[in-house]
């Protein structure tokens, strides 16, 4: 398997990357700068573009409006639109210029269940029961694409030789489309890819996630009249019950990097009838594939040993499973050289008292939005938190990543707050910021086919002799599982 | 509480009933003529009523078109009816004639869920997914009116007094209606009720089936992310899950005669977050409710345990229970003299093919209907099976009760065989004999005044000092729960 | 399997052998006036050694003492006594005689953990953490040889002709120690087989009981450090306890009739360690054999189920299992004659007092001892209850037996209560009462060579076509496995 | 509560103290030459004792030889000796000279439970089922005792002035004999405490272990005969399989650094009684004891609610908790430097044999043993593994603490493999390293107050404002609660 970060063989690198590649603070490039221009000459349709796609509400796989107005856009610009790439109908490919290095920019804009929400600093749905985006992937898209954007106009000036290519990657929030789009091959040609996410801070991001495994096992036994004859039914509730006291029993013997956990989707239609039909959806996650990989074959299995326990029949079905991500510290050690030289987004009163009831209404401290740039964090070997689908482009084109203040300090993501904060100016200045950093950076690419080897070379370095294979079951996404 | 069935005092009582209130088989009484001659004369509105309620499909509260069909029939030939009573939309009574005796008559016309089917002898849905006939009620309200109606007209003649009323009684299959229409005191002052039920044999029912109560439980804990925290979660599914276990290991510890079956409604919304809320029904059955009672309450409190184990709060609410039925053998021997006289319902041979058809599709022996009218049963001191709201109505006043054969014998009840053999002429022959049977014995009541002491006097022997409650919780009844 | 016990048939064929064979009340014949002196001249031999047995309190297998005592008691009286038969050290075989008829009479002798009790009627331990008599077994085989040997006077004397064997079985009330005798021959050339059990009544004991069979689970797994390395291990615990939960879960299906009970007997040694093995000892009875075989099964397999979630070895082993017995009511009729013969049992006034103070201390209405005789019970479709190892006896010889009063009304079984009033004047009349009644029906065995035959005829119409087959392992029998 | 520990702030400490209380390598001082000498002109005593307390194989509580062994030593060598403080038999303090400073020494001396074991190099017991040394106490204690005795001839000699005062501490595997010599107030007047423990390689010890708390969780049903009538029974067993169950799902919500576990003590009795009684150890660990807290407070509710779903009464017992502990930097320092002196220990190429075929006999890789020393460890905020009640003694005395190398590499603790090795001379030679090391770091303390000052101010430190307050149930130590 891949072999572990060599965090002392690399620092040597960066110092060195530092003063081949680095700017002075301050002091950008004129590309940068005109990358730097461009997106500012287009603020207004980018924050109109990232408002629309908030109004959209549209959960993954389902983002139909919000990918036909990111393409469309990308159309009216310039750009060469592929839509519907990899058996999927809203996921597209936006590319401009030819030739080498080709640089890819991935932007997704699905939201999230149930967190409809006003623009105001307090619970406030804005339709009852509708998605909201408490991801910020309004943002996402949008920022990726104007960054995208500027790049385009240096080539299209000249200024700067080679290909930018943007992804629109559906389906970050559930099933995680980006593996549908590494399997249909659409890295294969890249370089380097960037990309971003909201956040509550902004750094250059270094830190791993979680791999992670999602499947469904389902039991089936025979109904029977509950008061009647009991004796005559098999009850897949009963399996689903024991399969779950197995997985909570298995709990002592995972390592403590390991998380499992469950929903129980059906359990049984009516009170007065044993269930012939149960199903659970299970999602197993480690540190890292390597780590995940027994766990989720042990969590399978067990299924085998709850149907015996409740004599009924079982199948398990992978829906997909993601890689943690491979950092790439020497791309973001360039990253980390243009957030210093950007410097922090600076807020009104106004934003900052926004966000000061924000965290009053979830219970933060009320320290208001924080966008200081600190040094590049330590890449820990086990980092915990979330999961993205970037992970698996990361395992096969070398990947950049930055986060971006888009929310208040603490807020809990995936809520309302972050939908409010991402449909008003905190969010747009944090997608106008990240669309600013990531556009120097790849200017730093394009300039430099140095840092594209140094970025390339780290790359290899850490994936070693590890063979990528994604993790989706056999034919095309399952666009339809998702309808309600 | 209530006295045992005291078999060998009621022994004698029977053999003097029979030979003073009884007539010679094969000779019924003219006014028996009669009411035969009323029901044969309407059998066409009867058969196109019961067909019109079989294609309404309308489950528990939600059988306004039923209704509303029995109501304007019954109104069309002269009855007085009520209609919307109990705080029940779809409740309704038929009242016709004055004074003594009131003898009332039950008729339920609610569907099933998921058991839409053609007429035909093998499963086929007649509209996907929708409610079915799968119990027969599209029969059992027209029967009972078409008694109903040929009492009505000997009343009209002027040859017998009294009063009779027709029961629209709705939601017998979930939350049961008849427990709000007692509750309304509807039943006070009537002196004894009839019934039938669709049923794969003909005979006077004396089984008492079983007391029953449904609740739910719910668990209320605290959300919190399943990978990153989930130490600050306090998990309402894991609550749900100790709840059912405490169920099952109890199981040990209840009489045989004891059902608990449970309905995992909601344990949980998306697989990475640490569930805050769930949901379970629960159903507890016994054959009499004086045992019910204490695993009532101990299932109840088992709610408390679970909620301690998870650390969550939790809620109990009654849904609604029932008594067994207080069976009446006095009546029922003078049901079961009609019977006699009426004989067996003959089927044509096609018939008996189609019957022999749905036993093959279901997996019974093929020996078709079967309609011989037996001798009265034993009353068993512990029947099980299945249970009836029209327990409770047998609390408050006399009720005799029938069953008439509707569909092959060894027919799954509650599946789509039911609704295919109710939706053809098998089912409309038992319900025009059902119609006979009842009537003629409502003539024995109306004709005999020594017949209703003696049945009453059996009602009071039987409950004793038992004083009678409905299970229902305060406030009107759950008309909105089963909207979907 | 097995006809189902014919009762409208079989009561003609009682009838008629009442007239046949019987003889009028208070009036035995000479040969039974001669046993019941018999047994009256031994009255102090026996009821010695009946004290002797008491004293010994010896387990299952371990019952040394006592066997030989009845052994020695035998040989001294004439018998010819074959010891340690069926590969048990503590089964022997007392016969005298020679040719046919062949009459057996089975006596058993072992005591059960924990109850060791003086003769006093409150609870009050001779030897603390001592077994004790508490299912009266030192009046069983006593009274039995007392029986036998009233038959071998007749013998000696020339009075009757043939054979009567005493069987000599240990360890009825753990492992069944017949099954071996069986499984050895032993009954292979026995006509009739006789026993008896002390009980709180005095009757003909015409009830099935349960069978039943017992084996242990073992469950082997992976030991690791609890704190430093939980993952490292595989937990024999979890795999017991997702195995009880499997077992309490199915209790949901399994018919009315049957029990599952099970012993925990070691889940792990220390607390800090992982544990590597665990055993459970489970037992599954139900009213007959043929329903009790499908639930065995399923509960055997479901080991596979639990070692799977957990991830372990596991090994299932067959204890041992024993029939329900297969009454003989023809048999039965003859023994309800000489039970009302002899009449009840009567008490001294201070034996009832002894009585109701056990009753007092054991919360029993205090109606002190009851020894009427009342007419022969109808046989139970399902008798629920106990057990007894006497069960395989009778599916391979006709086997007639006896429950007599050695203990007030309504004790609780198994209690210190039992050995109480088995250790004094209580317990010695229903040993003698016991052994005059069993003699008594041998006599009419002896002389009646149509009664032998008639019972031979009942048993043939109940056994059927059933194909006796003894559930044991192969190999010897568990004789130190009861060592501590 | 405490402090977290300032890595920062005490780094310069360590670096000053190194330069003013250090000696070059290589070269001891006097009074270290001379304790050295002290102990290797004892060792043939000293291995004498070590093999005679290998031998008693004396379980916590019980270890009455050993501690009369090591008494009577100490007695020989001069010590003032207390017997039996604490009011634990076996605990015992053995005092030498008076005066400032009063620097303590801790000696354990028990066995662990089956594991007894010849001096080979592959699993063979001495005494089948025995206790035996698999923590290598036969070596602590004596170690220790050597290190005051050498300390002791100091003072004798009049080369240093002070007190030095060895604690005999019985029972460190089970129930933390400390605990009570603590709450005794033995250590109020003591400056510094040393210790040591038996390991597979040689270093100051500065991590913290794991604090725990032990209690036991007692539930109370109601017996019933399993098969007739097991609804009058309430079952304990099920009782604490719930309980267990609710441990399990309850692991999803601890931190990674807790452990519970728990071992199955009594489920029941015999199987086909309904059991009335049951009894769990449960133990609970955390990397703190303020982490360790609010989980050992939950998991205490959590009976009342097993209790509750099973209907049983139940009691929590605390048997007794330690404290994690309380590492000494500057203390650990100063004994670096004394390790970095002596060296590492040599061993012959026997020893080396018989290390690699106990590494080849458990598994493990075959490199012999190991004893270099390497700069002193960082403390890890969570330090996981093991844990020991010398945790309490460093919350109210500042303590030092020694691991040296008397096992192979790798050896899996507490088994078979320890006992061998720490019979013979790898275990000696750790024994007398250990003792040197320990003596010339009290030269340290007694030649330097700043030492102690230092050592002191480091403890106050890290104590911060904590209260520290034992965890033991009122009353006497459970002194019998070990004896089978």
Not at 140 to 157: C, H, M, N, T, Y
Request: aromatic fraction near 8%; glycine fraction near 8%; proline fraction near 6%.
């Amino acid at each position: 398997m891949k072999k572990k970060y060599l965090n002392l063989l690399l620092i040597p690198i960066l110092l060195v990357s530092a003063s081949v590649y680095g700017q002075k603070k301050n002091k950008p490039n004129p590309l940068k700068e005109d990358a730097i221009q461009s997106i500012e000459n287009r603020y207004s349709d980018l924050t109109n573009l990232s408002d629309q796609i908030w109004s959209f509400e549209e959960i993954a796989f389902q983002e139909t409006q919000s990918a036909a107005a990111l393409s469309d856009y990308a159309e009216s610009l310039g750009f060469k639109v592929t839509r519907g790439v990899a058996e999927i109908p809203t996921a597209f490919v936006a590319e401009y210029g030819s030739g080498s290095p080709v640089i890819g920019i991935l932007g997704e804009f699905d939201a999230l269940p149930g967190l409809s929400q006003n623009k105001v600093p307090y619970k406030s749905p804005l339709h009852e029961d509708a998605p909201g985006h408490g991801c910020g992937h309004n943002l996402f898209g949008v920022a990726s694409l104007g960054a995208a954007s500027a790049i385009k106009d240096l080539i299209e000036e000249g200024k700067i030789k080679g290909t930018v290519r943007f992804y629109g990657t559906p389906a970050e929030e559930k099933f995680f489309g980006k593996l549908w789009m590494v399997r249909a091959g659409l890295f294969e040609d890249v370089d380097v890819v960037m990309d971003w996410h909201p956040a509550a801070e902004t750094k250059a991001a270094v830190q791993k996630g979680l791999a992670l495994v999602d499947f469904q096992v389902e039991f089936k036994g025979q109904a029977a009249h509950a008061a009647a004859d009991p004796w005559n039914g098999r009850s897949a509730s009963d399996a689903l019950e024991l399969y779950t006291s197995g997985i909570n029993y298995y709990r002592e013997h995972i390592k403590p990097t390991v998380r499992i956990h469950y929903h129980i989707q059906d359990a049984g239609q009516v009170v007065n009838v044993v269930p012939d039909y149960s199903r659970i959806w299970v999602r197993v996650r480690d540190s890292s594939r390597e780590g995940l990989m027994p766990v989720y074959e042990r969590v399978q299995e067990m299924a085998e040993g709850a149907a015996i326990l409740a004599n009924v029949d079982y199948e398990v079905n992978l829906i997909s499973g993601i890689h943690e991500v491979l950092v790439n510290r020497t791309g973001s050690a360039a990253l980390q050289k243009n957030l210093e030289t950007l410097g922090p987004i600076s807020y009104t009163e106004e934003e900052q008292e926004f966000a000061k009831k924000i965290q009053e209404a979830t219970g933060k401290p009320e320290n208001g939005l924080v966008s200081k740039i600190e040094p590049m964090e330590e890449t820990a070997v086990h980092s915990m938190g979330g999961s993205t689908d970037v992970g698996d482009v990361s395992y096969v084109v070398p990947t950049i990543r930055l986060s971006a203040t888009t929310a208040p300090n603490g807020t809990p993501w995936h809520s309302w707050a972050v939908v409010a904060a991402g449909g008003m100016s905190i969010g747009h200045k944090g997608m106008a910021y990240a669309a600013k950093a990531l556009s120097m950076t790849m200017v730093d690419l394009f300039e430099n086919p140095e840092l594209v080897e140094a970025v390339k070379a780290d790359f290899k370095e850490n994936l070693g002799d590890y063979v990528y294979k994604g993790m989706v079951p056999p034919g095309p996404p399952p666009i339809k599982s998702n309808l309600q």
